[in-house]
């Protein structure tokens, strides 16, 4: 893992996102890219003088582009105390675009930093940025708690396990992450259907697969839960992981991505970071 993407947008929230990338960017020696995106302000139809409007108009976004410049100053700064293999790349955009900017961004970058987008009273770019990563970048996305200091070590890593195809994405994509772990515990929750289809333990081939690449690894099932997402966030609590693994489920509804229920509840409560793809 060499080219980390760490999304940006001139906010108090950067310090957390950044803080996050350096600890990803130290694990790996990776290179990193921030991506500051400068909203402009969407024209709208004037109500009476056009051109008194358009000089309105034309000042607001000046004045947008230069808190722009101001932001990408500091930023650039920041990145390179992380790193001394850091840039900063700086879009005006106005909001409606930045599910195409990230989604492509993302796609040559092998991991995009993003914050948690619910759970808080932040807007809904939050939420676009993190979705145009998982549905539309092929890439997994670190969301990271807002407010939240990284881990200080990886100690452990939990893996929630339901032989998806998302599930086996966000392995794949946080093999790297999982080399590194002192412990890897994959849990398995029993969602009140027959448990043993194979013949044997859930997750017992996901976890041999695991092993095999050198893994230290531990196969929990955990029964009684009739909500996945209560049981997962519990087994965070209990094993003390610092990082969680998790494929996203959703579906797709006039090209707008809606979360599935476990997804979007980790996302708003879960109180590490999490490694997701699609």
Not at 72 to 93: K, M, P, W
Not at 185 to 206: F, S
Not at 258 to 266: A, Y
């Amino acid at each position: 893992m060499k080219d980390i993407l760490v999304h940006l947008d001139g906010t108090a929230a950067d310090d957390t996102r950044i803080a996050h990338a350096g600890f990803v960017v130290g694990l790996f020696e990776a290179h990193l890219t921030g991506l500051l995106t400068n909203i402009m302000q969407a024209p709208v139809m004037p109500v009476a003088d056009g051109m008194a409007y358009a000089v309105y108009l034309e000042s607001i976004q000046e004045k947008t582009k230069e808190r722009g410049d101001r932001d990408a100053e500091r930023l650039a700064h920041r990145l390179d105390a992380v790193t001394a293999s850091s840039e900063l790349r700086r879009l005006d955009i106005f909001s409606e675009a930045v599910w195409q900017v990230v989604a492509m961004q993302a796609r040559a970058s092998d991991l995009l930093i993003a914050l948690r987008p619910y759970g808080s009273e932040r807007d809904e770019g939050q939420a676009d940025v993190v979705e145009a990563g998982l549905f539309e970048s092929g890439r997994a996305v670190y969301v990271a708690p807002e407010g939240a200091a990284p881990p200080a070590a990886l100690q452990s890593v939990l893996i929630g396990w339901n032989d998806t195809p998302a599930a086996a994405h966000a392995i794949a994509e946080a093999m790297p992450f999982l080399r590194k772990a002192g412990q890897v515990v994959v849990v398995t929750v029993d969602e009140r259907e027959a448990a043993e289809q194979a013949g044997e333990e859930p997750g017992a081939d996901i976890a041999r697969h695991l092993d095999r690449h050198g893994i230290n690894v531990e196969l929990r099932h955990v029964a009684g839960w009739s909500n996945t997402s209560d049981a997962l966030l519990n087994e965070v609590e209990r094993t003390g992981a610092d990082l969680a693994v998790l494929g996203a489920y959703g579906h797709s509804r006039l090209r707008e991505w809606v979360l599935g229920g476990t997804t979007r509840d980790c996302l708003t409560r879960c109180p590490v970071p999490i490694i997701m793809a699609h």
